[in-house]
């Protein structure tokens, strides 16, 4: 079930529609469909604390409809504008928002042609492709591959203890007001999730872009390198002086993913 408002970008001659799609436990996911008329779709799956505004898939949504492909980037429950609490992890939960998006636009006979996922959501779509065998373009910007890594800079070194002790620890922002609450089981839930074996479930015919900064300051370019030895069908591109939100490098990114989107091989 769904509801759709339009809007205009003033900014953009593709209409924007606001879609709303309920997830399998009643969740609203709110989303913007870039609308350029095409049966083939994009959609961009935005990472941690993050939410579809990210200006750097505001960017690639434009560069992508201006190729004439229509593009979807949505919240994930419990992020920006979509129902449900914040969690920690939910990454298989999250991938199952992501089929719920894809089954939804499938009914309305939009074949989707490629999902993009940044940081977490990197994870997310790798985490789909394991599951799912409903698209054949996969691609994977700044995703983690040791998700035990990463762990320390945000809850401290002494996480595991506090968390078993208290149950859940808060993370503060520099004015010291809580700003998001990791609970045990959210925290199991990434320390659980194996994205390893995921890759290794990868359908050989599924193809897979990793992009990665050569100077990302939160994911390791490591774990790129980690993801190419054993994702089937992968191809890796290291982007030099890009950080991880490739900042100074908004028009390199969009080159290599249009590239990849559009590659008929």
Known sequence: MAESQS???KSSVIPQNRIVIKNKFGENLVGVFHETGSKELVILCHGFRSTKEFYTFVNLADAITREGISVFRFDFAGNGESDGSFQYGN????????HVVVQYFSKLERCTSAIIGHSKGG????L???AYQDVSKV?????????ERGIEGRLGKEF?????????????DKSGNVDYRVTEESLMDRLNTDMHTACLSIDQNCRVLTVHGSEDEIVPMEDALEFSKIIPNHKLHII????HAYSSHQAELASF?????????
Do not use: C, P, T
């Open 7 to 9: 809007s205009q970008d």
């Open 91 to 98: 990454y298989r939960r999250e991938a199952d928002d992501l």
């Open 123 to 126: 994870n997310v779509v790798l």
């Open 128 to 130: 789909y492709a394991s």
């Open 139 to 147: 691609i994977n910007i700044s995703g983690r591959f040791a998700l």
């Open 160 to 172: 595991m203890q506090i968390i078993k002790r208290d149950g859940f620890i808060d993370v503060k």
């Open 240 to 243: 030099e002086g890009a950080d």
């Open 257 to 265: 993913v249009l590239h990849f989107i559009k590659d008929k091989q």
